[in-house]
């Protein structure tokens, strides 16, 4: 089991973002289990992997979004930076004990707040639209 289990309930409606979401939720995973693993040393590169993934998947949503003139793309947006940069702010600290039992708890509640609650409020808008 992961730290993240992407369950139907987490679905947005959109199958390209699912797939993205659900590869997003593999590699942070994959990070953590690294870290079970005592194999610590592969973090930094499998969290480097995950923030570059992130931000091509944010690239996607955000021209989802533009392209059919969602309202709250700004807000959202700025949850994509801040993501971006408490992610870098953790890289920075080192990857100490403490920081990565942090980190953890970070991405998998950000991962699930996010999506099941920012994520899902633009195909809610888009689909009271069509
Ligand atoms: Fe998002």
Redesign the pocket.
Known sequence: MGLIDWDETMSVGVEEIDIQHRQLILLVNESYEALQRHDEDKIPALLEKMKEYAAV??ET??SYMKRNNYPGLEA?KL??VRFKKDVEEFQQKKYEKTNLSKLFVYLSRWLTR??MD??KR?TVYMRSKA
């Open positions: 998947h944010f949503e955000e959202h949850k994509h996010h999506i920012e994520d633009y």
